[in-house]
């Protein structure tokens, strides 16, 4: 079966310039996620979709972050504006359901903020 | 906070020998998972283990819980120079990764 698919691989932007990530998950996963993954730290979920629904997105920073998932399929994370401590890899990720189904991941876009 | 804590941070070994790495946490936990991640890429789900299983294997895999210390162990057996990888584990009701363990196995 095709992975999960994101795209750009890489992203160079200046602080206070918006940009924004692709993902499109493995056929029939309901569950997405979206993690930031900080250089040396292991990845904080930023937000996870059920279906188009928003399960859990209690550590998103609202103020300029924001996510959606077209269709209960594919999903966009866009920053705006970009500040200097969001130089991270974005990962997305996709499971059949919730709980403890495995999750399987893309190979992430690494963010870098000058 | 409730991250896991692993344990080493990071670990060296030669080809065929065991490398074990831990996990705790400051709250109880459940199940938890074990992901592999190769660097420059996304992660690899290795294994779940239950709250009602002490140890379970797979392949060279070996993983322990113990609920009541909060706690779960990997064991890579006979290691290979392709399992230099960083290790993680995770609580599957909070999505909370650990700090991660990098694994480092030498030819």
């Known amino acids: 079966e095709a992975g999960v698919a994101q795209s750009p691989r890489y992203k160079i932007i200046e602080k206070r310039q918006s940009v924004a990530f692709w993902c499109n998950p493995i056929?029939?996963?309901?569950?997405l996620y979206w993690y930031q993954q900080i250089l040396g730290q292991g990845p904080k979920l930023l937000i996870q979709?059920?279906?188009?629904?928003?399960?859990?997105d209690s550590q998103l920073p609202k103020d300029r972050f924001s996510a959606e998932r077209l269709k209960g399929v594919d999903s966009t994370l866009k920053i705006q504006p970009a500040k200097l401590e969001d130089s991270a890899v974005y990962l997305c990720?996709?499971?059949?359901?919730?709980?403890?189904?495995?999750?399987?991941f893309g190979d992430g876009t690494r963010l870098s903020i000058l | 906070s409730q991250q896991g804590e692993e344990d080493p941070q990071a670990l060296s070994i030669q080809e065929g020998e065991n490398a074990t790495m831990n996990c705790s946490y400051k709250?109880?936990?459940?199940?938890l998972q074990w992901y592999r991640q190769n660097s420059g890429r996304g992660l690899v789900h290795l294994i779940l283990?239950?709250?009602?299983?002490r140890e379970k294997h797979s392949g060279r895999l070996r993983v322990t819980l113990d609920t009541s210390k909060k706690s779960s162990s990997l064991l890579i057996t006979a290691s290979r120079a392709a399992d230099t990888a960083s290790y993680f584990c995770?609580?599957?009701?909070?999505?909370?990764f650990g700090t991660g363990t990098r694994l480092q196995v030498f030819p």
């Open positions: 990720a996709s499971s059949l359901g919730q709980g403890n189904q495995p999750q399987h």
């Open positions: 056929s029939g996963h309901a569950t």
């Open positions: 979709f059920q279906n188009n629904g928003v399960v859990d």
């Open positions: 709250t109880s936990i459940n199940n």
């Open positions: 283990i239950r709250s009602n299983e």
């Open positions: 995770v609580r599957t009701d909070k999505l909370i």
